[in-house]
């Protein structure tokens, strides 16, 4: 296996150039090292009401508090959906991916729900997103099957609560004496269809939809791994941990082990290694996401 870092690097060009097609596998560590963070200055600054009166720490642990009333509960998750979705521009780190498979054949399976993917420009049509998306509702049944977009009411929420206020026809955020932990109770997103409360659209247990957008990228992933079976297929993974293995990392590993044209390049600051029967097959990377992907383009 290849140790040095400039010689994987260069390694890693000669695979990509030479690919017929590239499957990307993204998870939550791309969007961490892009600069995104869940607690620290960024939470201190959104949510220092939450901290104060609740004890919250972080949002992703915020996103499991047993709130009292929904009105709570809705002003916490739109701020987190603001911050992480319709606040977000896109990214130097999507964007420097998005240079690196230029004109390939790719596609993309992320467990990422941030949106960052179409912020960068990529096309809608190679993406699966397995684990929901930030910018929808769902039954909290459910009821149906049917996802619904949250942008209009999401920032309604803010706006109640006093996190948002408008100056000179824009939006901006509001001095955090003025806000509150609550949302007006006719903001609570109801199902049209039972009238029970919507909830996020994320993979949390057996209640998450997986709606007839969910299906179809489902299919195009499943026809672009038919059409790349026994080409050149590079596969870059990216910030894919241990919570959902069995999503990407694996099904990766099993691919560059079965198929003899398939390589893997893992991009991976806590988990840089594989099985020993794909070593050879295989590029590890533990150093800094952003100067590898610059140096690969």
């Given at each position: 296996?290849?140790?040095?870092?400039?010689?994987?690097?260069?390694?890693?060009?000669?695979?990509?150039?030479?690919?017929?097609?590239?499957?990307?596998?993204?998870?939550?560590?791309?969007s961490?090292?892009?600069?995104?963070?869940y607690?620290g200055?960024?939470?201190n600054?959104?949510?220092?009401?939450?901290?104060?009166?609740?004890?919250?720490?972080?949002?992703?642990?915020?996103?499991?508090?047993?709130?009292?009333?929904?009105?709570?509960?809705?002003?916490?998750?739109s701020?987190m959906?603001?911050?992480?979705?319709?606040?977000?521009?896109?990214?130097?780190?999507?964007?420097?991916?998005?240079?690196?498979?230029?004109?390939?054949?790719?596609?993309?399976?992320?467990?990422?729900?941030?949106?960052?993917?179409?912020?960068?420009?990529?096309d809608?049509?190679?993406?699966?997103?397995?684990?929901?998306?930030?910018?929808?509702?769902q039954?909290s049944?459910?009821?149906?099957?049917?996802?619904?977009?949250?942008?209009?009411?999401?920032?309604?929420m803010?706006?109640?609560?006093?996190?948002?206020?408008?100056?000179?026809?824009?939006?901006?955020?509001n001095?955090?004496?003025?806000?509150?932990?609550?949302?007006d109770?006719?903001?609570?997103p109801?199902?049209?269809?039972?009238?029970r409360?919507?909830?996020?659209?994320?993979?949390?247990?057996?209640?998450?939809?997986?709606?007839?957008g969910?299906y179809?990228?489902?299919?195009?992933?499943?026809?672009?791994?038919?059409k790349?079976?026994?080409?050149?297929?590079?596969?870059?993974?990216?910030?894919?941990g241990?919570?959902?293995?069995?999503?990407?990392?694996?099904?990766?590993?099993?691919?560059?082990?079965?198929?003899?044209?398939?390589?893997?390049?893992?991009?991976?600051?806590?988990?840089?290694f594989?099985?020993?029967?794909?070593?050879?097959?295989t590029?590890?990377?533990?150093?800094?996401t952003?100067?590898?992907?610059?140096?690969?383009?």
């Amino acid at each position: 296996m290849i140790k040095n870092y400039e010689e994987k690097i260069k390694s890693a060009r000669e695979l990509l150039k030479d690919a017929d097609y590239i499957l990307i596998g993204a998870g939550a560590g791309l969007s961490t090292a892009g600069g995104f963070e869940y607690g620290g200055e960024t939470f201190n600054k959104y949510f220092a009401d939450f901290k104060d009166k609740y004890g919250l720490t972080d949002m992703y642990s915020g996103g499991f508090y047993p709130f009292k009333t929904e009105e709570e509960k809705w002003a916490f998750w739109s701020r987190m959906v603001y911050i992480n979705r319709y606040k977000s521009k896109a990214n130097d780190l999507y964007l420097s991916l998005k240079e690196l498979v230029g004109n390939k054949n790719y596609f993309i399976i992320t467990t990422n729900v941030d949106h960052q993917f179409q912020l960068a420009g990529f096309d809608k049509d190679r993406l699966f997103y397995t684990q929901g998306d930030y910018g929808l509702f769902q039954c909290s049944v459910p009821c149906h099957d049917k996802t619904y977009d949250n942008q209009d009411l999401v920032f309604n929420m803010l706006k109640s609560q006093g996190f948002l206020k408008e100056v000179n026809g824009e939006l901006v955020l509001n001095d955090r004496k003025n806000r509150r932990t609550k949302i007006d109770k006719s903001l609570i997103p109801k199902c049209p269809v039972c009238s029970r409360n919507m909830e996020m659209n994320l993979r949390a247990g057996d209640r998450f939809v997986q709606d007839t957008g969910w299906y179809e990228h489902a299919k195009m992933y499943r026809e672009f791994l038919e059409k790349s079976k026994d080409k050149k297929l590079v596969l870059i993974e990216i910030g894919v941990g241990y919570n959902t293995p069995a999503i990407i990392k694996y099904p990766f590993e099993q691919m560059t082990y079965l198929d003899k044209n398939t390589h893997l390049i893992r991009i991976n600051k806590d988990y840089a290694f594989c099985p020993e029967e794909i070593r050879d097959k295989t590029l590890l990377f533990n150093e800094d996401t952003s100067k590898i992907l610059t140096d690969l383009t």
